[in-house]
């Protein structure tokens, strides 16, 4: 593992893996937690849960071109792990291609030990904009299954 291209971080979600695993693959519950701040929205236009299907989300200010991710499942565990690959675009720009996702999700005493390992970024630079995103993505994670 390249620590300049690679990002992990671990997060405790007080909830089960199965929800969690759920905020993941379904698209009620991504355009809830997939979006790039307060204000911001989401729309899941491709969402074909199983290994070999593929995924699209559009995420942003209203009123602005969106960030547009794509990608596809590469492994599929409920409700222990996914693995997929991600591919994000701004404004038919590409910031990055083909990177790996995988989320670890680990049963702790009804709590989820969420274990998110980003891989393959083309540079540092690029793994650090990631890193600005995804807390905000988990923490969304966090407040919509407490909620619920």
Request: aromatic share 8%; proline share 6%.
């Amino acid at each position: 593992m390249n620590d300049d291209t690679t990002l992990r971080l671990e997060r405790i979600i007080d909830a089960s893996p199965d929800s969690v695993f759920a905020a993941w693959t379904t698209r009620e519950a991504m355009e809830a937690w997939y979006r790039d701040g307060d204000g911001a929205v989401a729309r899941v236009t491709e969402l074909d849960v199983r290994v070999g299907g593929r995924y699209r989300v559009e995420f942003g200010p209203p009123g602005e071109p969106p960030f547009v991710e794509v990608g596809e499942f590469l492994e599929l565990d409920p409700p222990r792990r996914l693995v997929m690959t991600e591919t994000l675009m701004s404004d038919r720009q590409t910031m990055w291609a083909e990177t790996k996702v995988t989320v670890e999700l680990h049963d702790q005493n009804g709590k989820t030990r969420c274990v998110l390992t980003h891989e393959g970024f083309p540079d540092r630079d690029r793994r650090d904009g990631a890193l600005g995103g995804w807390p905000g993505f988990l923490d969304r994670i966090e407040l919509l299954l407490s909620t619920r």
